[in-house]
């Protein structure tokens, strides 16, 4: 059974920082195009990041970009977010998500991933 947990998730000040993790078990993922998402209550998931098998290509929201950082860890089958200087707005439910088919390609949308975790909350306060 394949499984994406993630963690890392919790209240911040805002300007602080977090650092996601999104272990996964069942399968490696090792040659699969991997991204984070997110969502905030009343709102539709949107994406985050995501970053291709082996990290040679990433992708940011605009909203995200210069103060979020991608990376994975193959060997680990985990990819992480960084999360800096955070502001109220990134206040949302965060997911983890796979491309189940090998490909060199990073994907924004959610359609685009096959498989999911259940979610960690990031919560920054003003």
């Known amino acids: 059974q394949v499984q994406l947990v993630e963690s890392g998730g919790g209240l911040v000040q805002a300007g602080g920082s977090l650092r996601l993790s999104c272990a996964a078990s069942g399968r490696t993922f090792s040659t699969n195009t991997m991204g984070w998402f997110r969502q905030a209550p009343g709102k539709e998931r949107e994406f985050v990041a995501t970053?291709?098998?082996?990290?040679?290509?990433?992708d940011y929201a605009d909203s995200v970009k210069g103060r979020f950082t991608i990376s994975r860890d193959n060997a680990k089958n985990t990819v992480y977010l960084q999360m800096n200087s955070l502001k109220p707005e990134d206040t949302a439910v965060y997911y983890c998500?796979?491309?189940?088919?090998?490909?060199?390609?990073?994907?924004?949308?959610?359609?685009?991933?096959?498989?999911w975790g259940q979610g960690t909350q990031v919560t920054v306060s003003s």
């Open positions: 970053i291709t098998w082996n990290g040679g290509s990433t």
């Open positions: 998500a796979a491309v189940a088919i090998y490909s060199t390609k990073t994907y924004s949308r959610v359609a685009s991933y096959n498989y």
